[in-house]
């Protein structure tokens, strides 16, 4: 909000993005909707629109700020009761099925990391809270209770420590991997270079050129020159869908 804010255009026409967000969770809690999907074959199929559909494309969407305008757009749309974007979307990015699917290595790994129970608890804790709420990182927590057998155990996630050197790349727009969280999963390291990358998001290694120049050093053990990089804010306005 802090960075729409910046931008007045943006600012007037989102004054209160979660408030957005959550009166469109609330419709749709309260009435889910049923839209015709067209398929590649000219047919169409139907599909029950839930609050939980718009959280998980909304949390896959907003690692990066260049998806904002996208995001902002669609809640926007559902507020008014529209649907050409989401229906968009969904032809997109979800596949309308009645199975349901994984692909082996990434659930793997996934549910072999886990979680801990305090980290569950503190999940569960802010869970009400939350906008994007449990989807941000599904499949996980959700399959805890299947493949128990792939889980590596609290020591596998016990805080690092060493010295090796490490060069932290820090997006300040990054809503995958935050930057609290960030600072928790290095701060058992002694030799850590962190570059803070301003208005980049959590894919940010192409950004700039920067950036590359940057890690190019850190990987011939030369001084990295900066320690903030600063990239033009996204628009917030910006809709590929133009409405």
Same mark, same amino acid.
């Given at each position: 909000? +802090?960075?729409?804010?910046?931008?007045?255009?943006?600012?007037?026409?989102?004054?209160?993005? =979660?408030?957005?967000?959550? *009166? =469109?969770?609330? *419709?749709?809690?309260?009435?889910?909707?049923?839209?015709? !999907?067209?398929?590649?074959?000219?047919? /169409?199929?139907?599909?029950?629109?839930?609050?939980?559909?718009?959280?998980?494309?909304?949390?896959?969407?907003?690692?990066?700020?260049?998806?904002?305008?996208?995001?902002?757009?669609?809640?926007?749309?559902?507020?008014?009761? @529209?649907?050409?974007?989401?229906?968009?979307? !969904?032809?997109?990015?979800?596949?309308?099925?009645?199975?349901?699917?994984?692909?082996?290595?990434?659930?793997?790994?996934? *549910?072999?990391?886990?979680?801990?129970? @305090? *980290?569950?608890?503190?999940?569960?804790?802010?869970?009400?809270?939350?906008?994007?709420?449990?989807?941000?990182?599904?499949?996980?927590?959700?399959?805890?209770?299947?493949?128990?057998?792939?889980?590596?155990?609290?020591?596998?996630?016990?805080?690092?420590?060493?010295?090796?050197?490490?060069?932290?790349?820090?997006?300040?727009?990054?809503?995958?991997?935050? !930057?609290?969280?960030?600072?928790?999963?290095? #701060?058992?390291?002694? +030799? =850590? /270079?962190?570059?803070?990358?301003?208005?980049?998001?959590?894919?940010?290694?192409?950004?700039?050129?920067?950036? #590359?120049?940057?890690?190019?050093?850190?990987?011939?053990?030369?001084?990295?020159?900066?320690?903030?990089?600063?990239?033009?804010?996204?628009?917030?306005?910006?809709?590929?869908?133009?409405?």
């Amino acid at each position: 909000q +802090d960075a729409i804010n910046a931008q007045p255009a943006a600012a007037a026409a989102y004054p209160d993005v =979660v408030g957005l967000m959550r *009166r =469109v969770h609330d *419709r749709l809690d309260e009435a889910p909707v049923l839209l015709d !999907i067209p398929q590649d074959d000219g047919t /169409t199929r139907a599909f029950m629109l839930q609050r939980r559909d718009v959280q998980a494309l909304a949390g896959g969407a907003l690692a990066d700020p260049t998806n904002v305008g996208l995001v902002l757009a669609l809640y926007s749309e559902l507020d008014r009761g @529209e649907y050409v974007i989401m229906t968009a979307l !969904i032809q997109r990015f979800m596949d309308i099925r009645e199975t349901i699917d994984f692909r082996a290595m990434p659930l793997a790994m996934d *549910r072999a990391s886990g979680i801990t129970e @305090e *980290r569950l608890a503190l999940f569960n804790a802010q869970l009400p809270q939350s906008p994007i709420g449990a989807f941000l990182n599904a499949p996980m927590p959700q399959l805890l209770p299947v493949l128990t057998e792939l889980d590596l155990g609290d020591d596998f996630r016990t805080q690092l420590s060493g010295e090796t050197p490490v060069l932290l790349l820090t997006g300040t727009l990054d809503s995958r991997t935050y !930057i609290e969280g960030q600072a928790e999963a290095v #701060q058992g390291l002694s +030799d =850590v /270079t962190q570059i803070t990358i301003h208005n980049a998001g959590h894919n940010l290694f192409m950004l700039s050129p920067d950036i #590359q120049n940057a890690m190019h050093a850190f990987m011939q053990d030369e001084a990295v020159a900066d320690s903030d990089i600063w990239l033009d804010a996204p628009d917030f306005l910006a809709n590929p869908f133009g409405r």
